[in-house]
């Protein structure tokens, strides 16, 4: 039996969610532990004591995986399927720009209704959106498509 994959987290964070698409595309099965951040658990905060238990925190067996960014690349490595991030080291720092830009002032609100609506023509709508893009914003643009050629 495989060790159990949990992510503490909210509903509502978008870097909780970054954390369980990577999960999601490595088709891992994982629990959400909803976390109330105005009265944070002690499960919570003994898994990251070093940021003041931000969420999320992955929990892989007993091991415990802070910072979204960081998970993505755990569960990269850790697990079986496709990869997420490219092999080839100057596509895997495009992919790390991209991510560290899409951040919660940019385009969560868009990326989460593309990955999660329920409509499937809803989610169509926002992935178009998405890839017109303004000039220099994640998705698409001159600047955008420049920044990725380098």
């Known amino acids: 039996m495989s060790e159990a994959v949990k992510v503490i ?5 978008a870097f909780s969610h970054r954390a369980e698409v990577a999960l ?4 891992v099965p994982n629990e959400l532990i909803a976390e109330d951040l105005d009265n944070k658990s002690e499960l919570l905060l003994r898994s990251n004591p070093v940021h003041g238990g931000k969420v999320p925190v992955l929990l892989h ?10 998970i993505v690349e755990y569960v990269d490595e850790a697990f079986a399927g496709p990869p997420i991030l490219p092999t080839k080291p100057h596509d895997r720092a495009a992919a790390r720009f991209w991510a ?8 969560w609100r868009q990326l989460w209704l593309a990955l999660w609506a329920a409509d499937a023509d809803a989610r169509s709508r926002f992935r178009e959106e998405l890839g017109k893009g303004e000039p220099g914003a994640a998705g698409g643009g001159a600047r955008g498509q ?3 050629r380098r």
């Open 9 to 13: 987290g909210t509903r509502f964070s």
């Open 146 to 148: 420049e920044v990725l």
């Open 24 to 27: 999601r595309l490595k088709g």
């Open 61 to 70: 067996g007993d091991r415990a995986i802070p910072e979204s960014l960081v």
């Open 100 to 107: 560290g830009f899409l951040d919660p002032k940019h385009c």
